[in-house]
């Protein structure tokens, strides 16, 4: 063991109510660290000095360009300190190194990006005529309640916390019980710099305890949430009785059309990116390629080279970006993948490459490379969340779009071809909340992100995301003339 973490609760390091949880490494399956647990007691005092927080102004009193310096410098203290937060996360996550200092990166981007918009949350003034005066203003919410998943720990919760500072909100973070310790960067940096007390409370506890009494605390004003499914229905359920707007991000089974005029040279480095990087487990994988028949046996071929180029093993030893893999999250996720291509492969569908698992302690897989999936199968239809990637062939332009909206999620969709008017009627009929052409994952931080169908509700990133945080207060004032 290596140490052991506590929650940040009311500016303090405090031990959790549900005692100590044992945070294993994915690429060894042995402990690495503890963390106290949060109970629904330590939840409740985190709303509770959130709220004190709010009402008494400590965050809405600010001046806006003042607090956004407080949310850049917090972003600020996390790059200073980007080694050892990385090298935590590879530990609890397995994610490779140089993978966790991009994520690092990324997470500091967000500070950067929504602290240098603080100021700019302006209202607008409605003309009434001359007896009135009338303008919005755009408030915080209050308290703000972040559920955080295990995949991007640091970039989800880095997204939710700057953009919810900077609008004034306090947060209160529930960190996923399998990887709790890398965030503590965020207390840390909020301590740094001087944050006021009551902001920001980062704690980790079970989805069912801690997670549960969060989403369902009648002074949370304001949910977030980025994970599964049959999660984000239960959130959205407890946020409906407290009458509360929540945001869900839940993940998707995205498609990539790739025509016969692609450059299927480049696609191997989309592959790559879309579906190995993180062992797979990315919301916004690049989990199905739709691929025209004509151009379908060469990408097989590609798609399984780029598989069997990855060294696969403990991410600690990557620490340079390249053809690598590190462990997925738990033996019950990677299980389930595993028992998922095993179902398809009694279905007919080819393992061209992968699908097993390594002989190596950790929570391995294989990079897997699947085709002759046929869109009904549940390779095709359910998020795997793993290192496999299923190929789909299509004949025509309508076949290949009716494939790609085929599932019951629309989180992102990609179309790789080198016809303009292909691409943008391609962009149109794809039912998705983000469309790639010709690069997986184009985009960043700046640009809207979220999902149609099941894959969730509201937009997280971006601008736009800002207005999450955030109500609208009418001010209609009389003006009597002399
Ligand atoms: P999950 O949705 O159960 O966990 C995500 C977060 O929700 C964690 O912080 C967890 O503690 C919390 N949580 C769990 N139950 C809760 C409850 N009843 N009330 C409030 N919070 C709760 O995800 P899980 O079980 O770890 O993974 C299962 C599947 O979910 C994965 O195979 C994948 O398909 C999907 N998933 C999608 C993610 C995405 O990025 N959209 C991230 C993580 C998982
Ligand atoms: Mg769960």
């Given at each position: 063991m290596s140490g052991y973490w506590r929650n940040w609760i009311n500016g303090e390091w405090v031990d959790g109510g549900a005692g100590w949880l044992a945070v294993g490494n994915p690429a060894t399956d042995e402990p690495v660290y503890e963390h106290a647990c949060a109970d629904a007691g330590d939840v409740a005092g985190a709303v509770a000095s959130a709220l004190s927080c709010h009402e008494r102004g400590l965050l809405v009193r600010m001046r806006p360009i003042e607090r956004g310096r407080l949310v850049q410098a917090m972003g600020n203290w996390i790059a200073e300190h980007a080694d050892s937060i990385a090298d935590t996360l590879t530990h609890e996550q397995g994610k490779p190194l140089w993978e966790a200092r991009n994520e690092v990166a990324g997470a500091c981007r967000y500070f950067e990006y929504y602290g240098n918009q603080a100021a700019l949350i302006e209202g607008r003034s409605i003309p009434l005529g001359a007896d009135y005066l009338d303008y919005t203003t755009l408030e915080p919410y209050g308290v703000s309640a972040q559920i955080i998943p295990w995949n991007f720990p640091l970039e989800v919760a880095a997204r939710s916390i700057a953009a919810g500072l900077a609008t004034g909100n306090a947060c209160v973070v529930k960190t996923s019980e399998l990887t709790p310790c890398s965030s503590s960067c965020?207390?840390?940096a909020a301590e740094a710099v001087g944050l006021p007390k009551g902001a920001l409370h980062v704690l980790t506890g079970s989805g069912p305890a801690a997670g549960a009494a969060l989403a369902s605390h009648p002074d949370v004003n304001q949910i977030v949430f980025t994970g599964s499914v049959a999660t984000g229905q239960s959130i959205a359920a407890a946020a409906a009785r407290t009458v509360v707007p929540c945001v869900l991000e839940l993940g998707g089974k995205s498609a990539a059309?790739?025509?016969d005029d692609a450059d299927l040279e480049a696609f191997e480095t989309d592959v790559r990116r879309g579906i190995f990087v993180n062992a797979g487990q990315i919301c916004s994988a690049l989990s199905r390629v739709v691929a025209h028949e004509s151009v379908y046996d060469e990408l097989v071929e590609r798609m399984a080279a780029v598989a069997r180029s990855l060294a696969v093993g403990p991410g600690i030893e990557f620490s340079e970006a390249g053809p690598n893999m590190?462990?997925?999250?738990s033996a019950r996720q990677r299980d389930r993948a595993v028992d998922m291509v095993a179902e398809a492969e009694r279905e007919g569908v080819d393992?061209?490459?992968g699908g097993r698992r390594p002989d190596l302690p950790g929570h391995f897989m294989e990079p897997t490379v699947l085709s002759e999936v046929k869109p009904e199968m549940r390779v095709a239809q359910?998020?795997?969340?793993?290192?496999?990637?299923?190929?789909l062939r299509f004949r025509d332009e309508a076949e290949a779009v009716r494939i790609a909206n085929g599932t019951r999620y629309g989180l992102v969709a990609g179309v790789f071809t080198m016809d303009l008017d292909k691409a943008v009627r391609?962009?149109?009929a794809l039912r998705a909340?983000?469309?790639?052409?010709n690069e997986w994952f184009a985009g960043g931080v700046e640009t809207p992100f979220g999902g149609y169908g099941k894959s969730g509700y509201g937009r997280e990133k971006g601008r736009e995301a800002l207005m999450n945080y955030v109500q609208t207060k009418n001010v209609a004032i009389r003006i009597r003339q002399r």
């Open positions: 965020f207390a840390k059309i790739v025509h590190g462990p997925m999250i393992v061209v490459t359910d998020e795997i969340f793993g290192p496999v990637v299923s190929l391609a962009t149109r909340g983000q469309v790639f052409v």
